[in-house]
């Protein structure tokens, strides 16, 4: 659906979207403040650009790379690359953590798998769609969020079986 | 579609199954079992990635955008006043009753809703501080120990400050709601925290601290270092 590129449009799309925005925004810092800062500065920046939306259907996920870039500009720090990690290998949880609950578990996943698993989860959006937010091919977001799916599950059976051996 | 290659698929997007991904789930119960096992860990992670979002953050990010720039405390100060007053206006004239702890409870309430005011540091200016007592209707006449995070919140009842600062006492939350009315002290205790609200300057304020004592300790400091306007 073409949009208008008015005030109601963009209101509704702040409406609309501003939640899932601050929940990407919060598990990414992991700080409440710093989050909502992100926030408020993606959406100034959106309403800057409102007219460069075509569709409707395009906002969610031009948002979130907007909320993705302010947090990067929020961090201003070198973040570790894809390249970095070897894919092949199961992101390292600690294992002595046995008492943590999921979500503390997401927020101890190295970025590279964090982040495609949020804009999945809180987003909604497929592997394709992730892949033309973060900047990478579709086959690489696959195999992260395979591995960081992987990786809570091998932590919760590793800790099933450690409180059992109590 | 190979049980390896359903796993694969089944984990990178569990709520997108391909047709082949699905014909082969009906026809490998392993299979089926590991889709609900996979079903079961997304459910619990989309529970626990759904972080309460604050309140107003729609209203908030409206006004940021449509000013085309960061407003600054001292705005979103005006603008929460502005607000407040119009709020309770409206509400005083229908009822002017309240509770005996009401305000006291609703502080411990703000301070347990928001326990990170506890563990992290922002807008820690003394100057800020001083300038929001100053705007509340009371001059500070001493530096009231070191001032953690100074925030404008939304509260039950409107907007407030709430300022968290140390203390000999250790951590102690001072919440100012202005143009509030309140005609006497209260006081209560729950949830570990005990809490104190005072009419003060233009409205009133709670301080809320881990234990009865230690709340009129920071009380009777607040008394020394700040002039409240009558």
């Known amino acids: ?166 | 579609m190979n049980c390896l290659d359903f796993h694969r698929e089944k984990l990178a997007d569990p709520r997108r199954l391909s047709a082949a991904g699905r014909a082969h789930a009906q026809s490998c119960a392993a299979c089926a079992a590991f889709a609900r096992s996979v079903d079961d860990a997304e459910n619990e992670l989309e529970r626990s990635l759904a972080t309460p979002v604050p309140d107003g953050l729609a209203d908030r990010v409206l006004l940021h955008a449509g000013g085309a720039r960061r407003l600054t405390w001292r705005v979103w100060g005006l603008a929460a006043m502005l607000v407040l007053a119009l709020a309770l206006g409206l509400a005083n004239r229908e009822d002017p009753a309240e509770p005996a702890q009401e305000y006291a409870r609703l502080a411990i309430e703000h301070v347990a809703m928001e326990p990170e005011s506890l563990t992290t540091v922002r807008n820690a200016d003394p100057a800020a501080f001083r300038s929001v007592i100053e705007s509340f209707g009371g001059t500070l006449k001493a530096p009231l120990e070191s001032i953690r995070y100074v925030r404008l919140c939304p509260l039950e009842e409107g907007m407030g400050w709430h300022v968290v600062f140390d203390t000999s006492e250790g951590l102690a939350t001072l919440i100012l709601v202005p143009d509030k009315p309140l005609r006497s002290t209260q006081t209560a205790s729950t949830k570990g925290w005990s809490a104190l609200v005072r009419p003060a300057g233009n409205g009133y304020y709670a301080i809320v601290t881990a234990s009865s004592a230690a709340t009129a300790r920071v009380d009777r400091l607040m008394s020394e270092r700040i002039d409240w306007k009558t």
């Open chain 1, 1 to 166: 659906m073409r949009i208008s590129h008015d005030r109601a449009s963009f209101e509704q799309a702040v409406r609309a979207y501003s939640a899932d925005l601050f929940r990407y925004a919060h598990w990414l810092c992991r700080d409440r403040h710093l989050a909502e800062d992100v926030v408020q500065e993606a959406f100034a920046r959106a309403w800057k650009s409102w007219p460069e939306l075509r569709e409707l259907a395009f906002a969610k996920a031009w948002l979130m790379k907007i909320v993705r870039n302010e947090y990067l500009r929020a961090c201003s720090r070198k973040r570790e690359e894809a390249s970095d990690i070897d894919e092949n290998d199961l992101p390292a949880l600690p294992s002595f953590e046995a008492g943590l609950e999921t979500a503390q578990l997401v927020g101890l996943l190295p970025e590279t798998y964090r982040e495609p698993l949020l804009l999945q989860v809180l987003g909604g959006f497929s592997c394709a769609e992730i892949a033309g937010i973060v900047g990478t091919s579709e086959g690489a977001v696959m195999t992260r969020l395979t591995r960081a799916r992987q990786a809570l599950r091998q932590h919760f059976t590793d800790s099933g079986r450690r409180r059992a051996a109590r």
